[in-house]
Nanobody, 127 residues
Framework: QVQLVESGGGLVQAGGSLRLSCVAS????????MGWFRQAPGKEREFVSA????????YYSDSVKGRFTISRDNAKTTVYLQMNSLKPEDTAVYYC????????????????????WGQGTQVTVSS
């Protein structure tokens, strides 16, 4: 079993920055990819970003491209999401997820293909 724990959320003003962390534990962790998703009140969960562990390939949604950066620390089995130029519409609960199988980058954008999820961390951006 894999456990994922997010941290780093909080309240920030528009234009500010936050860095989210997701630490994986429970077994030797070499999943195919890690992803970040978010869910705002009354809205469906949406893809934010993903990264493959081995190649380090990164993927972003159009809404965060150029503002958010995903990175990893293999030694600590941690993935980060650096969020800059935050907007009120970025307000949501952010979840990290791990995907075990390499089924192609196309599927990284869909939460239903991930195998493990964290409990989420709240990000609130005030205007």
């Amino acid at each position: 079993q894999v456990q994922l724990v997010e941290s780093g959320g909080g309240l920030v003003q528009a234009g500010g920055s936050l860095r989210l962390s997701c630490v994986a534990s429970g077994r030797t962790f070499r999943s195919y990819a890690m992803g970040w998703f978010r869910q705002a009140p009354g809205k469906e969960r949406e893809f934010v970003s993903a990264m493959t562990w081995s190649a380090g390939s990164t993927y972003y949604s159009d809404s965060v491209k150029g503002r958010f950066t995903i990175s990893r620390d293999n030694a600590k089995t941690t993935v980060y999401l650096q969020m800059n130029s935050l907007k009120p519409e970025d307000t949501a609960v952010y979840y990290c997820a791990a995907k075990d199988q390499n089924s192609g980058s196309y599927f990284l954008r869909f939460g239903r293909y991930y195998d493990y999820w964290g409990q989420g961390t709240q990000v609130t951006v005030s205007s």
